[in-house]
């Protein structure tokens, strides 16, 4: 009850302490806390500063609630009271059915518009009212200039993840929405960075805000540990096996470098019986969101992606993010890392780096702040007792039921009979090597390199060159090998005669 009077000291109402239960909040972040309190006040603008996965959708979400159903009972149109900017399709939709979610059963009619979804959909939707929008920026524009969607009566406008947005070279359809909205309206503005554009658009576009800088020591969680294995190219579908293979509960995103390499791991894993899906630009939108839903409602338990792909996704309670190949720099490697650890909950980051990604990796960790250790592969051995000891303890809940009289009576009568003619330890081999047989079969796994014990201060050494012999030494050299014969002129002119008679023919 602690955790959820922090939540109500921060002024919300008993409906969003209800949402916030049902969604299994434990405590608000840092930027939960020192947002929400300014916009329930509904006044001022705001420019919230804090990394992703820090909480902003709900920094900002939980307060537009709370407006809008503060204006049910009035008078009102049905066109939308706030429009969400975000960058991308895959953020859009998740934004989308967080702020639903969170409306706990509260009319709050919230649609998602972005480019290649269906126009008549979103044509109808808007139609038949709407509340809150979230768009990314060139679908909204299409809506704008086809009159198909207004922003007269606009109240707030969020710019969520804005530094990502202006990369992706949306600041004129984002300048030219802000200008099509009412001056007197509140602009809120989240970015995990500043730079100079989003300082100019605040500038332009925004009054007297509020900076809201949530920053920590670490630019990634504390929650998550960050180790690297050392392997080869050719090791590293191997390694990422065994990783897998390591925990049971394994719950995680594999980071390649190219949608050919993603592809090729996916594949490669299904092959293998893993539960896994590929998940890249080529992919249709419709593919993209049907694998991304089934990976939230954990139908599938590992996803291979692209950095591309993956900007905007967030997946709650992921146990690994493994980086297959070292991101190009350092900020995707924080991204990417900061996907895992969140929520109170523990994760793990694992990164394969060949042995000359040695240093690069060094300068990623200065960046980061962060301590990435050096690990060594899981050997075939620790992947089976770590198997063993999860297939005991389902065995002792299995026996635990039995014991409570769960299983069928037709069940002790069959043992009963089996026990009268085969001795109880046989009995239970046989049935344990049939169900559990393949788990725990060493022959799948392959041999992998160890690095492991190669020291990492070596390879920071120059290359040491042998030592020539001193002049000296040569000299004492018996003289016979000093004395050749050089060949004749005769002799050589008739080789390279000979020569050229040859290649002639």
Known sequence: MQNIQEFIDLGLSDTSIRAIQEKGFEKPTEIQKRCIPILLKGHGDL????????GKTAAFALPLIEMIDGMKGTKQSERPKALVLVPTRELCTQVCTEIQSLAYGRTVRTVAI?????????????????DIVVGTPGRVQDHLERKTL??????????????????????????NILSQMPEDRQMLCFSATMPQPILKLASTFMHDYELVKVQTNDMTSSLTKQIFYEVYEKDKLEALRRTIDMDPNFYGLVFCRTKIQCDEIGEKLISMGYNAEALHGDLSQTQRELIVHRMREHRIS??????????????????HVINYCLPEDPESYIHRVGRTGRAGKQGLAVTFINPREFRKLAFYKKIAKTEIEKKRVPSVEEIIEAKKKTLLEDLKRIISDA????????????????GESHHTTN???ALLNDKYGRATDTSKYGIIADLYDRSSESRKEPRQRRERPERA???????????????????KKKANTSRFKTLGK
């Open 47 to 54: 420019i919230g500063q804090a990394q992703t996965g820090t």
């Open 114 to 130: 972005y480019g290649g979804a269906s126009y008549n959909i979103q044509l109808r939707n808007l139609k038949d009212g709407v």
């Open 150 to 175: 207004s922003l007269e009566d606009v109240r707030v406008c969020v710019l969520d993840e804005a530094d990502e947005m202006l990369d992706m070279g949306f600041i004129e359809d984002i300048e």
């Open 302 to 319: 590992i996803l291979v992606a692209t950095d591309v792909a993956a900007r905007g996704i967030d997946i709650p309670e992921l146990t």
């Open 403 to 418: 014991e409570q009289g769960k299983c069928p009576e037709s069940m002790y009568s069959l043992a009963k009979l089996l």
């Open 427 to 429: 009995i239970i081999a």
């Open 473 to 491: 030494e040569r000299s004492e050299r018996p003289a016979k090998h000093m004395q050749k014969k050089a060949p004749s002129k005769k002799g």
